[in-house]
């Protein structure tokens, strides 16, 4: 096992996301029909920018004990996506047996998907996980609705 060399998505952890998202619409990026009233897609190049709600992102990760403008938690989660649930359980004992601390184990989530968290050295999160509705393309990149 060994993690390829990329990222899928960057989540950002907002205060208002309608508020973010027209900042980032007014940059003149798009976006993805996959977006909805509790978070933001826009499929940049070989990369998904991600907008979701600040303390959300931090229940999502199960982090608690975070306000929605807290700088106690940076707000911010890099995403491996994977093309199945074991691919998942997989590369978290994987970043774990290299020295990364599981935050949340892999489980079935809301949204429809399988994810875990893990924090590496330095306690920056990476979002693990599988999502049925965002297949990956050959290079492994994210493919979202226009």
């Not at 990760?61 to 359980?89: K, M, R, T």
């Not at 809301?110 to 050295?121: I, M, N, V």
Request: charged share 25%.
């Amino acid at each position: 096992m060994k993690f390829d060399r990329r990222i899928s998505m960057i989540t950002l952890g907002v205060e208002d996301i309608a508020e973010a998202t027209a900042f980032y619409e007014r940059l003149g990026w798009s976006r993805s029909s996959a977006s909805q009233e509790s978070v933001t897609f826009f499929a940049l190049d070989g990369i998904v920018l991600g907008l979701f709600g600040r303390k959300a992102l931090a229940e999502d990760a199960g982090i608690e004990g975070v306000e929605e403008n807290a700088s106690s938690f940076s707000g911010v989660a890099l995403a491996y996506n994977l093309e199945s649930e074991a691919e998942v359980d997989a590369a978290l004992a994987f970043a774990e047996s290299c020295g990364a601390r599981i935050v949340k184990p892999a489980e079935k989530v809301f949204w429809g998907g399988y994810s875990g968290y893990f924090a590496d050295p330095d306690g920056h999160l990476w979002e693990v996980a599988f999502n049925p509705f965002s297949p990956l393309d050959e290079n492994g990149h994210m493919v979202l609705p226009e």
